[in-house]
C-alpha cells in the first residue's frame, strides 16, 4: 500500500509539472494519462520452470503527439511480484521497473473513438528483491520488443478515457544461491514475457 502511494503521488506531481507550462502553449501536443494497470506474466524458465504472480499496480503514461496519426508514448510503473518454482520452491519477491516507449499510429475517422496500434522498446530494472533465509537470487536487467493496441475514447477536447494492452518481451538470467556446505547454484534462463493491460484517464493538453 506505502508502494502504491508513493507511485501515485509521483504521478500526480509529474501531471503538475507538465500542466503548469501548458498554459503558455509549450506543451500543447502533451497528452497524459493515470491509471491503473495490470501486469500479467506469461512466464517460463529453463532449465527450472517458474511461477510468476499477476499484479494491478498504479501506472503512468506520456505521450507526444507529432501529427494527429502519429505520436510515441512512455509507460511507467512498478510491481512486485511473488515468485517461486513450479516445483514450489519460494523464491520470494522481487520489485521490476520496466519503462516502455512505442511509436503509435491512431485512426481518427471515427469520431470520439480513436482506436491505435503501436511498436517499440522495453527496458525492465530489478530494482529490489526479498528472498526467504537460505535463498539469493539475482536477476540480470532486460532489453526486449514491445507490441501495443488500444484506444481513447475523447469526452472533449482535453479529457479522455483509455484502454491499453501491451505486450512485452522481457528475458532475464536468474543466478539462484542455495545455502549450504557448498552452497548450490542454478542459473535460469528466465521468460517473463508479460501483457501489460490498462485502464486509465487522459488530459490532453
Request: aromatic share 12%.
Amino acid at each position: 500500500m506505502r508502494k502504491f502511494a508513493v507511485f501515485a503521488g509521483a504521478a500526480f506531481a509529474a501531471a503538475l509539472a507538465f500542466a503548469a507550462p501548458a498554459q503558455a502553449g509549450v506543451l500543447e501536443n502533451v497528452q497524459i494519462k493515470v491509471g491503473v494497470s495490470g501486469v500479467l506474466p506469461n512466464e517460463s524458465g529453463s532449465p527450472v520452470d517458474v511461477d510468476i504472480s499477476d499484479e494491478w499496480v498504479p501506472s503512468l503514461q506520456i505521450e507526444y503527439f507529432f501529427n494527429d496519426n502519429i505520436s510515441a508514448e512512455l509507460l511507467c510503473c512498478i510491481a512486485t511480484h511473488e515468485v517461486a518454482t513450479t516445483g514450489g520452491l519460494d523464491l520470494g519477491e522481487v520489485t521490476h521497473f520496466p519503462p516502455t516507449l512505442t511509436l503509435k499510429y491512431r485512426w481518427t475517422d471515427f469520431g470520439q473513438f480513436q482506436p491505435y496500434v503501436g511498436a517499440g522498446v522495453n527496458y525492465t530494472a530489478f530494482i529490489d528483491d526479498e528472498q526467504p533465509a537460505g535463498v539469493d537470487v539475482d536477476y540480470d536487467a532486460s532489453v526486449g520488443g514491445a507490441l501495443q493496441v488500444g484506444f481513447d475514447y475523447r469526452l472533449d477536447e482535453h479529457w479522455a478515457l483509455n484502454l491499453d494492452a501491451r505486450h512485452l518481451w522481457i528475458n532475464t538470467d536468474a543466478t539462484v544461491t542455495l545455502a549450504g556446505a557448498p552452497p548450490t547454484v542454478i542459473n535460469d534462463d528466465v521468460d517473463i514475457d508479460p501483457w501489460v493491460v490498462s485502464a486509465s484517464v487522459g488530459y490532453r493538453f
